[in-house]
């Protein structure tokens, strides 16, 4: 973005501005002028969760590293920018170079969530891209879908040119070479959809006519000329080393999964019944434990992150699982870095495990029943079991957790009374555990969603159980929970279980009602207080389709909206499946059963293992600045904050200065306890949209750091926008920084257009002299008149209605007065 551009001036008005100005660490900015292809990475949600999915990373990295491909970030727009964007006539564009989404060669969207499909239609909108792929001509960019909601593209086909199946990093490098050939030889894009339907994991809607299905009320696509009756998904070859990016994108604000998370594994051999991703996923494929360990090192350093996790499925399912975190926590405790593992069974959970974890700080400790009862559990095949859960349980209290989070859901096939009450009887077991443990109850937060049939999966042929039903089953929880003080419940929204399934189980007759609801406003429909119900009701309604139809059972036999779309696991495996599920029996997961006895998946080289390689950990990096003191010392520093820093709350500023400090080696004091943090003390928070010339920040080391060396490491490890200028060790006994302050000098100016209607100087010091922001007794604002600058020097805590912010608004009327006014300076005792 930059930083003078048409963005620039609708920014003040919207709620987080950072999310749209890029200029992150690590962030590749290429000359759009000197590319063969320019690739648009889409996300269709806001940046805080688009920039959490490891997805859009791996491509991210891995596409920038062809000299001859830009490939640049964009999300989507927060409802308070798209109604800026729409009235200035803004195109939505790209966060590194601002290049609208009408000039990219290619618009690759992540599909990770079905609810997110009416914001795909808001960035194809703003981005000045026809919604359909009908309505697109020769000079368009081509518009691609991959991720997990892509293996049912049904209600959005439409949408898309293509759908891409499987690891993207396998197949999407070669679509985006092909295309870029495709447009070199103007081939017309009625010809370029056949030759591209030809790559392997490509499917291509346009080439698919859609007619009813016998025995369901459902529509299904058949192949046209050209069209391969059966799309397979691609799959990396040699996933145990294939790419993972190591220098990353360092996000400038918080994000949901703030961290560096390495894929230790993709896939998960459990296959439980009602779980979609093991089968989009499969098969289960773990990463080289030297591997994982060298790029979580790097990644660290690079990144400056003080988290880090690995990530999987199941990733108590890597066969060397034990060894990595060993070998890791050696490396991390030392520079007290956390790390966490993401969906952990109980049946992995050992001491030595949780006492690993625990060498640096408690992260979350997370379990998943799923179901109240070891016979529903058996339904699904969770293989769990009561023993288990309690073994985790008390490992984790006696660990010193008092925080535990359960995970359930209702609505599951052939569930009853007794399984609800099992919920009940689980949690409390929890609880009295818990207290018996560590002396008092400990919190339980539980979180219950509602099942819903997934395509793909042994529950596909299944309905879903009325909204009604859910509600009772929800409150009967709610209700049997409310006696217990230290147990929070949390349910998933009924509306949107619904909505996801009726778009997770549609056909093509959808997409018109996904338009014309998106016409009546849906946007962000997975978030709870953006779901327009009333929107959706009148959009079916007008397509006269009843949503109720897409929640029912459907025959075994019956062709499906998604059969051409193949995950490697065999439709009559997933029949086989549900019928076990119905007897109450328990299937034996992939690694646990031989191939001949299953016959459920076309490939079995996979079980193969790779042999480990034997990867060297990087070398330990460069020491850190200074030498080592005889005892504790105290620095203060200054530094700036301008251009696209101005956009950052001031938490967001302390997290983008503590990383530069990780990754510039400026060891700083940790504070004692279960989560140690960096020993700073900073200034008076600016608030967002102001920029300051001369900051102060305080931080204590044990080491002699001398100016000069700080200044040049410092200033390389930082993003754009903030600098430090000095650094000087401050005199045993010195005041804190709290104490020396004095005042905080201001300044505007007043000229600009900005501030408002222009006026005469004995006008402004009018205007000045009628403010009465200080009460009786408190010290009142000083200002003066520098030629074009007005300067104000208040306290270092103004009280409320003396903020510069409340004396700049009363006195100039603008809407946005932290965006007008500059901080020049923290005033300080000698």
Not at 228 to 241: N, Q
Request: proline residues 8%; hydrophobic residues 40%; charged residues 25%.
């Amino acid at each position: 973005m930059s930083e003078k551009g048409p963005l620039a001036r609708v920014l003040a008005r919207v709620e987080k501005p950072g999310r749209y100005v890029g200029g992150e660490w690590n962030e590749i900015r290429k000359d759009p002028a000197r590319v063969r292809t320019k690739v648009a990475l889409a996300f269709p949600d806001v940046y805080e969760i688009g920039m959490s999915y490891l997805g859009q990373k791996i491509l991210y990295a891995l596409l920038n590293r062809d000299r001859s491909v830009l490939a640049e970030r964009v999300f989507a727009p927060w409802p308070d920018l798209e109604r800026e964007l729409r009235a200035a006539g803004i195109p939505l564009a790209s966060l590194e170079n601002g290049i609208p989404l009408r000039a990219f060669d290619i618009v690759g969207f992540s599909l990770l969530y079905e609810l997110n499909d009416s914001n795909v239609l808001t960035m194809l909108d703003l981005g000045g891209i026809p919604l359909t792929s009908a309505e697109r001509g020769e000079d368009d960019p081509w518009v691609i879908a991959g991720g997990p909601a892509a293996f049912n593209p049904e209600p959005v086909a439409d949408l898309f040119d293509l759908v891409f199946l499987g690891d993207g990093e396998e197949g999407f490098p070669e679509i985006v070479k092909a295309v870029s050939g495709l447009r070199e030889r103007r081939v017309p894009r009625r010809d370029a959809l056949r030759e591209l339907a030809r790559i392997d994991g490509v499917y291509v809607p346009s080439l698919y006519r859609v007619e009813a299905g016998t025995g369901s009320p459902l529509v299904v696509p058949r192949p046209g000329p050209g069209a391969p009756a059966t799309v397979h998904k691609r799959l990396v070859k040699d996933f145990s080393r294939s790419f993972f990016p190591e220098k990353i994108v360092v996000p400038s604000l918080r994000v949901v999964f703030d961290r560096v998370a390495l894929e230790a594994a993709r896939g998960c051999p459990q296959s439980c019944r009602f779980c979609q991703a093991s089968s989009l996923y499969f098969p289960h494929r773990p990463k080289d434990p030297g591997f994982v360990r060298r790029t979580a090192l790097r990644s660290l350093r690079q990144t400056g992150y003080e988290d880090a996790s690995l990530s999987a499925l199941s990733v108590g399912d890597h066969p060397d699982l034990e060894r990595i975190v060993g070998a890791l926590m050696e490396d991390l405790a030392r520079e007290k870095i956390s790390l966490s593992l993401s969906s952990l069974r109980p049946g992995r959970l050992s001491r030595d495990l949780v006492e690993n974890i625990l060498k640096v700080r408690k992260t979350g400790f997370t379990l998943v029943p799923e179901a109240g009862t070891e016979r529903l559990r058996a339904v699904i095949d969770k293989k769990l079991d009561d023993h288990e859960i309690r073994d985790a349980l008390t490992f984790a209290f006696e660990g010193g957790w008092k925080l535990v989070k359960l995970y359930f859901m209702v609505g599951l096939p052939t569930e009853t009374a007794e399984d609800l009450a099992g919920i009940v009887d689980l949690v409390r077991s929890t609880v009295e555990l818990g207290r018996s443990i560590l002396g008092s109850a400990p919190r339980i937060h539980v979180s219950v969603s509602s099942f819903i049939p997934k395509p793909h999966t042994p529950f596909q042929w299944l309905g879903m159980d009325d909204e009604a039903v859910l509600a009772d089953k929800q409150a009967f929880i709610r209700s049997e929970l409310r006696r217990f003080r230290s147990v929070e419940v949390k349910t998933h929204p009924l509306a949107t279980s619904v909505l996801e399934a009726v778009f997770s189980r549609g056909d093509r007759r959808l997409g018109p009602v996904l338009v014309d609801a998106w016409k009546r406003g849906a946007r962000f429909d997975g978030w709870d207080d953006k779901l327009d119900t009333g929107a959706w009701k009148d959009a079916f309604a007008a397509a006269g389709i009843d949503p109720r139809d897409y929640l029912k059972p459907l025959p075994l036999d019956a062709p499906l909206p998604w059969d051409p779309l193949a995950t490697g696991l065999k439709k009559s495996l997933l029949a086989r499946e549900l019928a076990a599920a119905l007897r109450g029996e328990r299937t034996p997961g992939c690694l646990e059963r031989s191939c001949a006895e299953c016959q459920g998946c076309d490939t079995r080289s996979w079980k193969r293992r790779a042999r480990p390689a034997a990867i060297a950990p990087p070398p330990l990096p460069a020491g850190p600045a200074g030498e080592t003191a005889d005892g504790i010392l105290r620095y203060r520093a200054v530094y700036s904050k301008r251009g696209k820093a101005r956009y950052l709350s001031h938490i967001d500023l302390i997290h983008v200065i503590q990383r530069a400090f990780r990754r510039a080696g400026i060891e700083v004091r940790k504070t004692q306890g279960f989560h140690p943090k960096m020993d700073f003390a900073y200034g008076p928070a600016l608030p967002l949209g102001m920029e300051a010339r001369r900051e102060v920040l305080e931080f204590r080391s044990g080491r002699r750091i001398e100016a000069a060396e700080f200044l040049r490491r410092i200033n390389r490890s930082l993003p754009p926008g903030v600098r430090f200028s000095s650094l000087e060790q401050l005199p045993a006994g010195a005041p804190s920084l709290a104490n020396a302050m004095e005042g905080l000098v201001y300044s505007v100016d007043w000229k600009s257009a900005d501030a408002g209607p222009a006026r005469t100087a004995a006008g402004l010091r009018a205007a000045l002299g009628s403010f009465k922001a200080a009460p009786a007794g408190a010290p009142s604002p000083d200002f003066a008149l520098r030629g074009r600058r007005l300067i104000l020097t208040l306290p270092p805590l103004p009280t409320k209605g003396a903020r510069v912010q409340d004396i700049v608004q009363a006195v100039f009327g603008v809407e946005a007065p932290a965006f007008l006014v500059r901080r020049d300076r923290v005033v300080l005792r000698n």
